[in-house]
């Protein structure tokens, strides 16, 4: 199988989906809604929402039943980046590849398009043609996994652990800690609202946390060495900024190669929970492999 072929023919089914959740720039407000759709429709892997689809995909339900989860998952990750890069937070004037938000329409409005991004997409999660076409209790499932998830016990959680560790000696535990909450939460959240939309056993719903689980920790470690080894072009932003900003990582505790048989490690225990969905879940091993020794 092809991996780079699947993530990009489910990137462009995504991004026909993005753009026709997200509004059109005109009125008032045009300015923060072509701030919106610049960082939402800038490209990616899309990986946390082709998650989403693909155990939907595998708990036996058509993909289009979850893609306004899946589009909510990438407008919460695309608001997450824009505040990421403001000064400050990371201080990057570079995302995949071309000026950060707050670069092109000026910090205020960056800020503010990343909050109606944030709005959006719980807009779009249970917008009418969704809630017709699923359970509403399996709806309101999904729609708490991903407030947590994106929220002070999840993504928001890990990022503030992350900016006051700064300058700071950070213990590994600290450290893993903040990358499931920082990194971890969404992408679980990414896998088990796939299975939840598609109305799955719970025995189902947590093998895919669990899965997640790794590979989002696998996925941050190969991000830390990537930082450090990375090819500025190819991963389209900026190389060295853990570095800048004097944070801990696991290239500072366990060293590049150390690191790297750790991701190893958690992707291989990561795919030894997917043998649950038999085989309709190769893809999804091989996406794993393919994360955790990718070079951008």
């Known amino acids: 199988m092809d991996v780079e072929k699947r993530i990009n023919e489910y990137s462009l089914i995504i991004n026909q989906a993005m753009e026709e959740y997200l509004p059109q720039p005109f ?22 929402p082709l998650i989403t689809l693909e155990f939907c995909r595998i708990s036996g339900a058509d993909i289009a039943v979850a893609m306004p989860f899946a589009c909510a998952i990438e407008m919460v990750h695309t608001y997450s980046l824009i505040h990421d890069d403001l000064p400050c937070m990371d201080n990057d004037d570079i995302r995949r590849g071309r000026p950060s938000c707050h670069k092109m329409f000026g910090e205020a409005t960056a800020l503010l398009a990343g909050d109606a991004l944030l709005s959006l997409a719980f807009e779009t999660a249970l917008c009418d043609n969704n809630m017709n076409g699923i359970k509403a209790e399996n709806a309101l499932h999904g729609a708490r996994l991903l407030a947590t998830a994106s929220g002070a016990h999840g993504m928001v959680g890990g990022q503030i ?38 109305g799955a056993p719970k025995e189902l719903i947590i093998a895919a946390g669990m899965f997640a689980e790794r590979i989002g920790l696998a996925f941050q470690i190969v991000d830390d060495i990537l930082d450090v080894t990375g090819d500025k072009e190819k991963l389209g932003k900026p190389l060295g900024s853990d570095k800048k900003n004097d944070k801990t990582t ?20 990561a795919i030894s929970y997917l043998d649950m969905f038999g085989s309709e879940a190769k893809f999804l091993k091989e996406l794993a492999s393919y994360l955790a020794f990718r070079d951008r």
Request: net charge positive; proline share 0%.
């Open 27 to 48: 009125g008032l407000q045009k300015n923060v809604i072509e701030a919106m759709r610049y960082s939402a429709l800038a490209g990616g892997k899309r990986i946390r």
């Open 161 to 198: 652990i992350d900016l006051e560790s700064e300058g700071q000696k950070v213990s590994l535990e600290t450290l893993e800690f903040m990358h499931n909450k920082k990194t971890g939460a969404m992408i679980t959240a990414s896998a088990q609202i796939g299975c939840i939309i598609a």
């Open 250 to 269: 696991y290239i500072t505790h366990l060293g590049i190669e150390k690191s790297k048989s750790l991701a190893k490690a958690l992707t291989n225990e």
